[in-house]
């Protein structure tokens, strides 16, 4: 069992940056790829972003290539998502989850925290 919460959402202009964070518990946390996912309303959920379990491997979505990064630090249970340059378009609720490798579908996910508002005004 692996329990998620997302942090570090809040109100930013374009243009500006924010890092949301995602602490993971259990004792298991460096055995699961960690993803970023998002939603806006009226919208299916939206891949970001994964990161395999050591880190070694990312795979970002083409609409945040070059301006988010994604993070983990397995010693602390802690995975980050760094945005930069943020546009209108990335508003959404962002949602960690953890699965048993990198998936770009949310059903490739086990376990999921409750999502942190980001809203970016133009």
């Known amino acids: 069992q692996v329990q998620l919460v997302e942090s570090g959402g809040g109100l930013v202009q374009a243009g500006g940056s924010l890092r949301l964070s995602c602490a993971a518990s259990?004792?298991?946390?460096?055995?699961?790829?960690m993803g970023w996912f998002r939603q806006a309303p009226g919208k299916e959920r939206e891949y970001v972003v994964a990161?395999?379990?050591?880190?070694?491997?990312?795979s970002y979505a083409d609409s945040v290539k070059g301006r988010f990064t994604i993070s983990r630090d397995n010693a602390n249970n802690m995975v980050y998502l760094r945005m930069n340059s943020l546009k209108p378009e990335d508003t959404a609720v962002y949602y960690c989850?953890?699965?048993?490798?990198?998936?770009?579908?949310?059903?490739?996910?086990?376990?999921w925290g409750q999502g942190t508002q980001v809203t970016v005004s133009s």
């Open positions: 990161i395999s379990r050591t880190g070694s491997s990312t």
């Open positions: 259990g004792r298991t946390f460096s055995s699961y790829a």
């Open positions: 989850a953890a699965g048993p490798v990198k998936s770009t579908t949310p059903r490739g996910y086990d376990y």
